[in-house]
C-alpha cells in the first residue's frame, strides 16, 4: 500500500529542509568567527542570553503561532482566519507590554543588566518572528518562510564580519546582529503577507482567545520540559563527573543532528499534512501508513549514518583526544531517534486538540531521562547519562503511541521497526568490538544494501516523484 500525496509531503519537506539547513549551516560558519575573534566569556554570556530568551519567549506569547497554524491552515474561511489574525496579534501585543514592564522593573531594581534587556529584546523578536513564520506557513507561503530564514542567516554572518572588520566582537556586538537579523525576518515575511492589514481591534475574539489558551498552553509546558531534556545531560556530565568528559560528549552530539535536521523538517510536513485531513478516519488510515514509512526512513537512516562515522572518526579524528567519543555515537543517535518518532506520533494530539497530552508525555520523558542519569552516573559513569538520554525519549515515544492509538486509532508496523532497531543494535557492538577501518567498510557496504533492500520500493516511488513520473 502507497501513501497518496507523496508529491505533496516531498514537497513541503523540501522547503523545511532548506529553511532549517540554513539556520543549521549558520551554526558552523560561525565557529571560526567566533573562534578567533570572541572570548570564551562573551560568547558563554551571548549564549546565556539565547538560552534563557528561547524559554522566557514561549512562556510570554503562550506559544500563540501553534494555534495561527492550527486554526489558519487550510480555512479557506478568510473572516475566520482574519479573526484568529487579529485575536493572537493583540494578545501578543499586550503581552509584550506586560513583559516589557516587568522586566524593566527589574532590571532598575537588579543592577541595570545590560543582559536582563538584551534577553527582553530576543524573547519578544523571537516572538513575533515565530508568529509571523507560522502565519506564512498557514497561508501557504512555504517559499518565504525559507527565504526569510536565509536572509536572517546571511544577515547575522553579515554584521558579524563588520565587527570583526571595524570594531570588537564581543557580546553586545553578537546581541546587535542576532536582533537585527530577526527583525529583518519579520519585515520580509510582513512585505509578502500583510498580516498587520490583517489586524482589526473589532474582529478580537475573546472566546476564541480562551479556546486558543486552551489549545497553546499545554505547548508551553512541553517547551520548558524539552529545554529541561535537552541541557540536562550536559548539567550532569559536568557537575558530575567533569568538563573533559561534557567536551566529548558535546562533540559526539554534533552527528545526532543529523537526525535531528530532518525529523524538525519531517515533523513540520507532518504536522500540515495532518491538519489537511478531513476525518479522524482519514487521519487514522493516512498517517499510520505515513509514519511506519518515515519510522522505517529514520531508522534506516540511523543504520547506515552509524558505519559512517566510525569511518569519519577512524580517519579524521583518530590522533585527537575526541576519538574515545565515538562509542557514545549510538546512543546519541538512539535519543535523537525516539525524540524523531515521539514528534510525529505527536501530531494525533494536535489534530484532536489533546495538546496537554503532548506536555504529559515530555515531561514523563524528561522525568525518567534526568532521573536514570542521576541515579546511574556514579555507577558507570557517562554511559549512565548515555543510556538516561535514550531511555527517556523512549519512554516517550512509547507513551505518545499509547494516547495516540487510543485517541486516534493510529497504530504502525511495530515489528518492521522493532526488527530494524534490533540490526542496528547488533552493527554497534560489531562497530566496538572491531576496531578496524576496513571492517567499518564492510559492515557500511553491507549495511548501505540492507537498507536499499528493505526501502527498494520507497526508494523507486522518492525517485519517480522527484523527476515528474509519479502521479
Not at 545531560?233 to 557537575?239: C, E, F, G, L, T
Request: aromatic letters at 14%; hydrophobic letters at 50%; one cysteine or more.
Amino acid at each position: 500500500m502507497q501513501y497518496k500525496n507523496v508529491n505533496g509531503i516531498l514537497k513541503k519537506m523540501s522547503i523545511y529542509f532548506i529553511g532549517n539547513l540554513s539556520t543549521k549551516l549558520l551554526s558552523v560558519l560561525l565557529v571560526p568567527i567566533y573562534a578567533y575573534f570572541v572570548s570564551v566569556a562573551e560568547l558563554g554570556e551571548y549564549d546565556y542570553i539565547t538560552a534563557v530568551s528561547s524559554v522566557v519567549s514561549p512562556i510570554v506569547y503562550c506559544v500563540i503561532w501553534e494555534a495561527i497554524l492550527r486554526y489558519c491552515i487550510n480555512n479557506c474561511n478568510t473572516n475566520e482566519r482574519d479573526k484568529v489574525i487579529s485575536t493572537s496579534i493583540v494578545f501578543a501585543v499586550c503581552m509584550t507590554f506586560v513583559s516589557a514592564v516587568l522586566f524593566l522593573v527589574i532590571f532598575l531594581l537588579g543592577g541595570h543588566s545590560l543582559s536582563l534587556l538584551f534577553i527582553l529584546f530576543f524573547s519578544i523578536t523571537q516572538g513575533f518572528v515565530s508568529i509571523w513564520q507560522f502565519a506564512a506557513r498557514s497561508f501557504g507561503e512555504n517559499k518565504w518562510y525559507v527565504i526569510s530564514s536565509i536572509i536572517g542567516a546571511a544577515t547575522i554572518i553579515g554584521i558579524e564580519l563588520l565587527f570583526v572588520v571595524f570594531g570588537r566582537l564581543n557580546c553586545t556586538a553578537l546581541c546587535v546582529a542576532n536582533l537585527i537579523s530577526q527583525i529583518l525576518i519579520v519585515v520580509v515575511l510582513e512585505h509578502r503577507i500583510n498580516i498587520l492589514k490583517k489586524v482589526k481591534i473589532r474582529e478580537v475574539d475573546f472566546r476564541l482567545l480562551r479556546k486558543i489558551l486552551l489549545f497553546t498552553i499545554p505547548l508551553v509546558i512541553n517547551n520548558v520540559s524539552l529545554y529541561l531534556y535537552n541541557s540536562g545531560s550536559k548539567m550532569i556530565i559536568k557537575n558530575y563527573i567533569g568538563a573533559y568528559e561534557n567536551g566529548l560528549y558535546s562533540f559526539a552530539s554534533k552527528f545526532s543532528m543529523l537526525i535531528s535536521l530532518f525529523s524538525t523538517v519531517v515533523s513540520m510536513a507532518v504536522i500540515e499534512e495532518a491538519y489537511s485531513f478531513n476525518s479522524l478516519e482519514e487521519y487514522k488510515t493516512k498517517m499510520s501508513l505515513l509514519i511506519t514509512k518515515i519510522s522505517k526512513g529514520y531508522l534506516s537512516l540511523v543504520i547506515v549514518a552509524l558505519p559512517a562515522i566510525y569511518i569519519l572518526y577512524s580517519i579524521a579524528f583518530n590522533k585527537t583526544e575526541y576519538y574515545p567519543s565515538v562509542d557514545y555515537i549510538f546512543l546519541l543517535l538512539a535519543g535523537a531517534l525516539f525524540t524523531a518518532l515521539s514528534n510525529n506520533f505527536g501530531s494525533a494530539f494536535q489534530v484532536t486538540d489533546n495538546t496537554k497530552y503532548i506536555s504529559i508525555t515530555t515531561i514523563i520523558g524528561t522525568v525518567c531521562a534526568i532521573a536514570f542519569s542521576l541515579s546511574s552516573v556514579s555507577k558507570i559513569g557517562i554511559v549512565g547519562v548515555l543510556l538516561g538520554g535514550a531511555i527517556g525519549p523512549f519512554v516517550m515515544m512509547m507513551s505518545r503511541a499509547i494516547y495516540a492509538k487510543k485517541t486516534t486509532g493510529l497504530l504502525v508496523s511495530w515489528k518492521l521497526l522493532l526488527g530494524l532497531l534490533i540490526f542496528s543494535v547488533i552493527e554497534y557492538f560489531l562497530l566496538m568490538r572491531m576496531n578496524t577501518l576496513s571492517i567499518y567498510l564492510i559492515i557500511l557496504f553491507i549495511s548501505t544494501g540492507f537498507v536499499y533492500f528493505i526501502n527498494r520500493k520507497d526508494i523507486k516511488v522518492f525517485i519517480s516523484n522527484i523527476f515528474g513520473k509519479g502521479k
